[in-house]
């Protein structure tokens, strides 16, 4: 038996494992005004700016500043329009993954997200070791803080080991901290930019060094163009807020006149949000990207070198001093930690929304820490297999946002109705899907990292579902007027006896008359009977909130009739909800099948019906450990 302390140990760490639906003012205390949400995204959004004017050199070289440009130019005219309506379907914050599940039905909706999620999970993980590396890169490459801290890898280790723990404690009130992170952040940022260009005010020849090094490499503008577009894919890692953004809609605050179905003033408000942070993002990156193109010499870049992940930082300290450079290095640092964080509540409420919904992960899955402790250990793994390199991991973070990004693109140009819509959104997707294939291709790190999370989610998932497949997975059982009176008028003795019978076409009377002679005189029943039929909905869901019964009388016979996504336990919830509620004793009658087990089995969990009888039986054991109280299966 448990202690009081293992059992308080016990429920702290699964707090969350049991749903608590959120009461209206407790909905509303969690909603803020959009701007101070954009803070939220801004984390992992503006945070990039950490890494990204350096990956953009690496990978563009002297075209950063056009390859930049074009970033910015697919940002404000692609992503963004793309996401603007993302938000008018995701206000409860089911992102793009959701409108895709609505557009695909069965087991195939089902795969499509188990591979979205894979892809989900490489770009909130990657953005929790990425940030906690870059972060880390910044604090040991300090000047004043390097003899005091261990190296890179140790560093980004210890922040992430500070992330779960902050986690584990309970990471509630972000908003605030959010908020001025980023104020100060992007302060700091438009002071080094200003500097920025004020240092090439003064050396004006920068610029002509620049343009020689352009000219040099590629004499045409058309060869620049080109150069730009190959290189552009690469940067797309300052995409990532689009989908955070959607996902926190639930929290921004909308206006008095709102619906739960139709949120009119909270789609309005994100829709600002995303404007706002596309348009402070894109202002940072082109001239970010200017001036570390100009004034950083190529070499700093190289790995190891003191602007190797951190140009921007590697300016603060050259140009304005090692006392702001060090204000510079924290603030970023902290930020990027923080990202870290946003990436860790991407993970854990992405899962519970949808694989136990699926029954594809045990119920714990809904519980916050087991999750944290989880993808704390895989941060480790991944961390270790790049050791901590931040140009490394951009490759797979780039592939995990792109794909989500693309996947948003085809759910928003499947539901544009007219012609226009289509044309144009089709355009953004082929872009979004040449830079997908273009990042794979020049990295495909990212593909293997993002493989590695959908075979585990894939795998994993089917071992839960099997071994949950037993579950009653039915939420309650209902009955209509006509099925009440049947149940009344039927029980005899206090017992019920119950004919499990496939639906059929056709002459029901007639098929009812043969499955009643053939009962009757295989079981020895002479007492009356009901026919209990099931038909079968979306095998591929894994659990029937609400099932409803309808009665019906076709010639002499009383017939009840429901749709369920598992036939044998449909049969075995209303065998309990006739012992629960009717508190009558029921006999179910079955014929035994005539497909091989094998076969049978495989039906059961792919497709909701099998071997009925048996399964119906195996349910009604493990929902009921007491033996004397279960409903009675016969079968011949």
């Not at 016990?10 to 003012?25: H, I, M, N, S, Y």
Request: hydrophobic share 50%; with cysteine; net charge neutral.
């Amino acid at each position: 038996m448990l202690t009081l302390t293992e059992t308080s140990i016990r429920e702290w760490f699964l707090d969350g494992a049991v749903d608590k639906p959120a009461t209206e003012q407790e909905q509303k205390s969690h909603q803020h005004p959009w701007w101070q949400v954009m803070c939220v995204t801004g984390v992992d959004y503006f945070s990039s700016l950490g890494y990204a004017p350096g990956i953009a050199i690496v990978a563009a070289g002297v075209v950063a500043p056009q390859a930049t440009l074009l970033l910015v130019l697919l940002t404000i005219f692609g992503a963004l329009p793309i996401y603007r309506c993302v938000a008018q379907s995701s206000f409860r914050g089911l992102g793009s993954v959701a409108m895709l599940e609505k557009l695909m039905k069965s087991w195939w909706s089902k795969g499509m997200v188990l591979v979205l999620l894979g892809f989900a999970a490489t770009d909130f993980q990657v953005t929790i070791t990425l940030s906690d590396a870059d972060g880390a890169a910044h604090l040991v490459q300090n000047p004043l803080l390097h003899a005091y801290l261990p190296g890179q890898l140790i560093t980004t280790l210890i922040l992430i080991t500070l992330l779960s723990l902050v986690f584990l404690k309970g990471f509630k009130e972000v908003v605030g901290i959010a908020v001025f992170l980023v104020g100060v952040y992007l302060t700091l940022n438009a002071v080094v930019v200003a500097e920025g260009f004020y240092q090439l005010y003064l050396h004006q020849e920068a610029f002509s060094h620049w343009h020689h090094l352009l000219t040099s490499q590629y004499p045409s503008w058309l060869q620049v163009a080109k150069a730009a577009a190959l290189a552009s894919p690469a940067l797309a890692l300052g995409l990532s807020g689009f989908e955070t953004g959607v996902a926190v809609e639930p929290t921004v605050r909308g206006c008095a006149s709102d619906t739960d179905e139709n949120p009119v003033g909270r789609i309005k408000n994100t829709r600002k949000l995303l404007l706002a942070a596309a348009v402070i993002m894109a202002c940072f990156l082109m001239t970010t990207s200017v001036i570390t193109s100009l004034l950083i010499p190529a070499e700093a870049f190289k790995s190891g070198g003191e602007a190797d992940g951190r140009a921007l930082a590697y300016m603060a300290h050259l140009y304005l001093g090692a006392g702001f450079g060090t204000v510079y290095d924290l603030s970023t640092a902290a930020i990027l930690w923080f990202a870290g964080a946003s990436g860790m509540a991407g993970l854990i409420s992405l899962v519970p929304r949808y694989l136990p919904r699926f029954g594809m992960a045990p119920d714990w899955a809904k519980a916050t820490r087991p999750l944290v402790i989880f993808f704390t250990a895989v941060s480790f793994g991944v961390t270790f297999m790049f050791h901590a390199n931040v140009d490394a991991e951009s490759g797979a973070y780039a592939t995990g946002v792109l794909v989500l990004i693309t996947s948003a693109c085809m759910a928003v140009l499947v539901s544009r109705p007219t012609l226009f819509g289509k044309a144009y959104f089709a355009l953004i997707t082929l872009l979004f899907a040449y830079f997908t294939v273009a990042n794979v291709y020049d990295r495909p790190d990212g593909l293997k990292i993002a493989s590695f999370f959908i075979g585990a989610i894939v795998l994993i998932s089917l071992v839960s579902r099997i071994i949950r497949s037993f579950e009653v997975r039915v939420g309650k059982v209902e009955l209509d007027e006509t099925a009440l009176e049947i149940i009344h008028t039927s029980a005899h003795n206090g017992k019920l006896r119950i004919f499990a019978h496939k639906p059929v076409d056709g002459c029901k009377s007639k098929a009812y008359n043969e499955k009643a002679r053939e009962m009757r005189v295989i079981h020895n029943i002479n007492e009356p009977a009901i026919f209990f039929e099931v038909e079968l909905g979306d095998s591929s869901d894994f659990k029937d909130e609400v099932v409803y019964v309808k009665g019906s009388v076709v010639g002499n016979h009383r017939v009840l009739r429901c749709q369920c996504i598992a036939v044998p336990n449909a049969i075995a919830a209303m065998a309990l909800y006739l012992r629960d509620v009717e508190h009558d004793e029921s006999h179910m009658y079955f014929s035994w099948s005539e497909r091989s087990p094998l076969m049978n089995a495989l039906r059961y969990l792919f497709l909701g019906q099998g071997e009925t009888a048996a399964v119906a039986r195996e349910v009604i054991r493990q929902a009921e450990k007491d033996s004397s109280r279960r409903p009675f299966i016969h079968v011949a």
